[in-house]
């Protein structure tokens, strides 16, 4: 069964400073993964995802996120804050297409001014 | 705009009781998935449906169901309701086959009182 674990369920950094947030996976299969964002009251966006192609993705919004076999990682990164960064996010995988989704628990990132 | 719509935004209803929520997916989106969120479980996938059958299910309750109708749109259906189904509940869709990201609804926040 796939599983997927994001350290610190809460993140607060500077605005200005790098934002990183963590995400590990397990998956018996190599999977697909995603960074959705979650703003307060909303549905889930769609940062960026990894599909096998290039291990560093880059998505929306200037967040990076490198997909990293050997440590099962897949954390998620931008050099810069900025206020409206503040909001939930959570890694998510799936292992193929078409499958259910399996989320981690998330992590709310502050951004302090 | 993610282009798949959920309503009613926001449900209000007593124990015992019976709702249904409603799910337009994107156009020509195949495959719709369901989640549970609430703060101590996170995001539960409840079922998947592509192209009117049922694909996949996760931790969904008896007294859930859901179903996907001829046009795509979806229903889920909670009966017997209880305190601790108070959450909120998001669609989603893609196109089931080739995509990989899913496309999220705004969710439908359900309180039982």
């Known amino acids: 069964a796939q599983s997927v674990t994001q350290l610190g369920s809460h993140v607060s950094v500077s605005e200005g400073a790098l934002v990183l947030l963590r995400c590990n996976y397990s998956s018996s299969v190599p999977p697909y993964l995603f960074w959705y964002v979650q703003y307060p009251n909303q549905g889930l966006q769609l940062l960026l995802k990894y599909t096998s192609a290039a291990t560093l993705v880059k998505g929306i919004n200037g967040f990076e996120a490198e997909f990293k076999k050997s440590e099962t990682s897949f954390h998620l990164t931008k050099p810069s804050a900025h206020m409206s960064d503040a909001a939930e996010y959570f890694c998510a995988v799936s292992r193929n297409y078409g499958q259910n989704f399996v989320f981690g628990p998330g992590t709310r990132l502050s951004v302090l001014p | 705009d993610s282009g798949v719509t959920q309503t009613p935004k926001h449900l209000i209803t007593a124990t015992g009781q019976r709702v249904t929520l409603r799910c337009s997916p994107r156009?020509?989106?195949?495959?719709v998935y369901w989640y549970q969120q609430s703060l101590d479980q996170g995001l539960q996938f409840l079922i998947q449906y592509y192209n009117g059958e049922e694909r996949a299910k996760g931790n969904i309750l008896e007294r859930f169901s859901a179903q996907q109708f001829p046009d795509l749109h979806s229903e889920l259906n909670l009966s017997s309701l209880e305190l601790g189904d108070s959450a909120l509940y998001f669609c989603a869709s893609n196109g089931g086959q080739m995509d990989t990201e899913a496309f999220f609804g705004q969710g439908t926040r359900l309180t039982v009182v």
């Open positions: 156009s020509g989106d195949l495959s």
